[in-house]
């Protein structure tokens, strides 16, 4: 991020938008104060009410791109409670502040709610509440309702309205699914190479569809299926996941979709084989599971390096995947762990590099990329192993126009060859464009 002007009235606003990797979350985490100065190379002058960031903490407020960086806390009041203990409110005031940004953000399951227990998109949400409960006078939004289902991004639309109606506090929000917020602020602002291009009144975003062209697919049969899987955490009264019943063919891609805590996560975490249902059974055909131990049918029993071959995984929070200090290395590793010659392996990984706009990052360590960078790398690990079952938790997740487009066709490609594909998503327009079965989740 590099030639940033950029003014912001008290009471204004902003919607910032940009390419992936722009530097929106870098802008967002230096105006919240809290970026290591010995990480990276600060230039120019940043201020937020005339302070230098760090020393203006006390009146920002912060929602990062990952939930899971800001839980502090195992019961989800507590955790909406931390900021306001730590700035010394008296205990009847904390708590019902408490109880009206969970109100707010719509989290159905009050304080005694364990965190560990949320989806990532109820995580957003408990987060939100934190940084509401304390009346913050600069409110940064990184990708608010990205995990959101519709009604949920909805609502938390409405309730950063209802917050900052009084305009006695400012608001920065980043998102790439700008139309919804076009309502509700004052100006729009692209974060571009070398500076900011501000938008005129009235500026609607192109469609991300627009001009999209991909190969069919041919129909096959069933590779991997459920068969009443569930799963219940122990001691929880409430399944995470009821049975559910799930067929995924060869050239064909099943949407799942839902509300934020219906098991969408939990279903993709048994169909790839990474966890045991509690209740019902995961089970390969024959034909994906030839060549494992005694050709063993069930997924979550074959090892890593029969597993990697055959399906291919995308975890909700890209980073707990990524393995290697190097993107070259994470992208060579699926196919070296296959079988492949290390010179075929590097030359998989150059591919895929080129294609989801990654190159010019090969060298770097995956830890330091954008929130939608290491979404598309995330991607890109599971199609290095080119395998014949895809399982991807919301994988456009972070995506300008044009990376979105690239993911998309990449994993029509994948269909169109006879890999069978799940997705798990909110985005509405993956499913339309993609999705030729789909799954909504109660």
């Known amino acids: 991020m590099t030639g940033v002007d950029l003014t912001v009235e008290p009471g204004e606003r902003v919607l910032l938008t940009g390419p992936s990797g722009a530097g929106k979350s870098t802008l967002l985490a230096a105006l919240a104060g809290i970026l290591d100065p010995e990480g990276a190379e600060l230039t120019g002058e940043l201020t937020v009410d005339g302070l230098a960031p760090p020393a203006a903490r006390g009146l920002v407020g912060l929602l990062a791109q990952d939930p899971d960086s800001q839980l502090v806390m195992t019961r989800a009041g507590d955790d909406v409670a931390f900021g306001l203990e730590n700035a010394g409110l008296p205990p009847g005031e904390i708590w019902a502040r408490v109880d009206d940004a969970l109100?707010?953000?719509?989290?159905?399951?009050?304080?005694?709610?364990?965190?560990?227990?949320?989806?990532?998109?109820?995580?957003?949400?408990?987060?939100?509440?934190?940084?509401?409960?304390?009346?913050?006078?600069?409110?940064?939004?990184?990708?608010?309702?990205?995990?959101?289902?519709?009604?949920?991004?909805?609502?938390?639309?409405?309730?950063v309205a209802r917050a900052t109606a009084g305009r006695l506090a400012t608001v920065l929000v980043v998102d790439h699914d700008a139309g919804p917020w076009l309502p509700l602020v004052d100006r729009v602002v692209e974060l571009a190479p070398g500076g900011v291009v501000e938008h005129r009144p009235g500026w609607r975003p192109a469609s991300r569809t627009a001009g999209l062209r991909l190969p069919p697919a041919p129909d096959g049969p069933v590779l991997l299926g459920t068969r009443a899987a569930g799963f219940s955490y122990r001691g929880s009264p409430v399944p995470a996941l009821a049975p559910t019943d799930v067929a995924l063919s060869a050239g064909r891609a099943l949407a799942v979709t839902g509300p934020n805590g219906t098991g969408k996560s939990t279903l993709a975490l048994l169909l790839a084989g990474l966890r045991a249902p509690t209740t019902g059974r995961v089970e390969a055909a024959p034909a994906l599971a030839a060549g494992t131990r005694r050709d063993i049918r069930e997924p979550v029993r074959w090892r890593a390096g029969e597993l990697v071959g055959r399906i291919g995984t995308v975890f909700q929070n890209p980073e707990q995947q990524f393995l290697t200090g190097r993107l070259r290395d994470e992208l060579a590793l699926g196919p070296l762990r296959s079988g492949s010659h290390a010179t075929a392996a590097r030359a998989t990984a150059d591919v895929l590099l080129e294609r989801l706009g990654l190159t010019g990052f090969a060298e770097a360590n995956p830890y330091t990329l954008s929130g939608g960078q290491q979404r598309r790398l995330s991607v890109a690990t599971a199609l290095a192993t080119s395998p014949r079952v895809l399982v991807l938790d919301e994988p456009t997740f972070g995506q300008d126009a044009e990376t979105w487009r690239e993911l998309v066709t990449l994993l029509a490609e994948q269909r169109a060859q006879g890999c069978a594909v799940a997705v798990v998503t909110h985005d509405t327009d993956l499913v339309d464009v993609l999705a030729d079965d789909r799954l909504a989740l109660a």
């Open 103 to 159: 109100a707010a953000v719509g989290f159905r399951y009050g304080r005694e709610r364990p965190t560990q227990a949320l989806s990532g998109g109820e995580k957003q949400r408990l987060v939100l509440a934190g940084v509401l409960a304390r009346r913050p006078g600069l409110l940064l939004l990184d990708e608010p309702t990205a995990q959101l289902d519709g009604p949920g991004a909805a609502l938390v639309r409405d309730t």
